[in-house]
């Protein structure tokens, strides 16, 4: 299992009337966690659309627990519970300040051959680099 954390603070423009964080914000949220997650094991989109591969999400889903507010300095906790094939399951976790849980998400992307528009497998060095952390395998 994989898990890295992404702190976020939330900017003004990103509340709503009601001074929360807008609903639709998290999925820019989960994305930035995403790639830092996978900045932090040394691979960026950027490389893998160079070579050919695109990552397009296919599922997003999200529980809203309690709301976040202008300012707070939001965690979000990204998980990759398992190996990667054709496809990449991200859960996240997102806490306050005081470490309340905010909310809770899942998003499952696809590996794309960016030539062919069909999904391949995850790229044998992007496996290769998540491996160390599925030691079963």
Known sequence: MYITETQIRVRYGETDRMGYVYYGVYASYYEVARVEALRNLGLSYREMEDNGIMLPVLHFEIKYHKPAYYDDQVTIKTTVTEMPKARIRFTYESFNEAGELINTGETTLVFINKV??????????????????????
């Open 116 to 137: 062919s528009g069909r999904p391949c497998a995850a790229p044998v060095h992007f496996q290769d680099k998540l491996k160390q952390f599925f030691p079963s395998l």
